[in-house]
């Protein structure tokens, strides 16, 4: 809500760079897209070297 309120304040002040923002924001979307899917694995790949890590603490009983 507090995007589309600031969309609109800046195409009250600015309404070309408004307008420019608005057709240029799916075309960073999919550019970035790429980068937060490898950021999803990443942390996926990081969780379970985490459970690997852990994994002897929680068979012997330690509390994490």
Not at 33 to 58: K, N, S, Y
Request: charged share 10%.
């Amino acid at each position: 809500m507090l995007t589309v309120l600031l969309w609109l304040i800046l195409l009250v002040l600015c309404w070309p760079l408004a307008l420019l923002a608005l057709v240029l924001w799916p075309i960073v979307w999919l550019l970035t897209l790429p980068f937060r899917l490898v950021g999803i694995a990443m942390e996926g790949v990081f969780g379970l070297l985490r459970a690997l890590l852990f994994l002897p603490a929680r068979v012997l009983g330690g509390r994490l």
